[in-house]
């Protein structure tokens, strides 16, 4: 964001990342990221949020971040020689404007296959640990990936061209 020339303010929201196994992925990343703008909203009435959540979906398996070495190696051996979708969803909301703007983008991610001492080697980076599915294409996980379909800013976290779609739709414009 701060590439785009924008002033903003990180503001962690206060809310449990929970979800149900039946929960349709598009409609799970869209329901927490506006929870999550939500929740910061309360005490910043008059701001425009922009809120946002990232999952990786392999098989139906939702992914969400890794809490120890041992899962970030089951998701990333998961994810080895094989296609997965990562999934955003995003949350524009203003109360002083009453405005509520909520979408997400979905992006195809092809891994390489991988061998167990590259996975033991990037998860001992450090780097899966604060990542959907476990891998950051920004980062060293590019050298796991061998192809996208879709949106790269997707993978990363925060699709900008669906972001200046919502903000088209409220008189914002970041061009």
Same mark, same amino acid.
């Given at each position: 964001?701060?590439?785009?020339?924008?002033?903003?303010?990180?503001?962690?929201?206060?809310?449990?990342?929970?979800?149900?196994? $039946?929960?349709?992925?598009?409609?799970?990343?869209?329901?927490?990221?506006?929870?999550?703008?939500?929740?910061?909203?309360?005490?910043?009435?008059?701001?425009?949020? +922009?809120?946002?959540?990232?999952?990786?979906?392999?098989? @139906?398996?939702? +992914?969400?971040?890794?809490?120890?070495?041992?899962?970030?190696? $089951?998701? +990333?051996?998961?994810?080895?020689?094989?296609?997965?979708?990562?999934?955003?969803?995003?949350?524009?909301? $203003?109360?002083?404007?009453?405005?509520?703007?909520?979408?997400?983008?979905?992006?195809?991610? %092809? %891994?390489?296959?991988?061998?167990?001492?590259?996975?033991?080697?990037?998860?001992?980076?450090?780097?899966?640990?604060?990542?959907?599915?476990?891998?950051?294409?920004?980062?060293? @996980?590019?050298?796991?990936?061998?192809?996208?379909?879709?949106?790269?800013?997707?993978?990363?976290?925060?699709?900008?061209?669906?972001?200046?779609?919502?903000? $088209?739709?409220?008189?914002?414009?970041?061009?």
């Amino acid at each position: 964001m701060e590439s785009l020339g924008l002033v903003f303010q990180v503001i962690p929201p206060t809310i449990e990342e929970d979800w149900e196994s $039946n929960d349709l992925p598009s409609d799970l990343v869209m329901r927490l990221a506006k929870d999550k703008a939500r929740s910061v909203s309360q005490e910043h009435e008059k701001a425009t949020i +922009l809120a946002a959540d990232t999952i990786v979906v392999k098989d @139906g398996q939702i +992914l969400g971040k890794p809490q120890d070495y041992n899962e970030a190696c $089951n998701m +990333l051996s998961l994810l080895s020689g094989s296609e997965h979708v990562v999934l955003t969803g995003m949350c524009l909301l $203003n109360r002083a404007s009453d405005f509520e703007i909520v979408d997400y983008d979905a992006t195809t991610v %092809f %891994f390489r296959e991988l061998s167990s001492q590259e996975i033991a080697r990037y998860v001992n980076s450090g780097e899966p640990f604060d990542k959907a599915g476990g891998y950051g294409i920004q980062g060293r @996980g590019a050298l796991l990936v061998s192809g996208i379909e879709g949106c790269y800013y997707n993978v990363v976290g925060l699709p900008l061209a669906k972001l200046q779609t919502m903000l $088209n739709s409220v008189g914002i414009s970041l061009l």
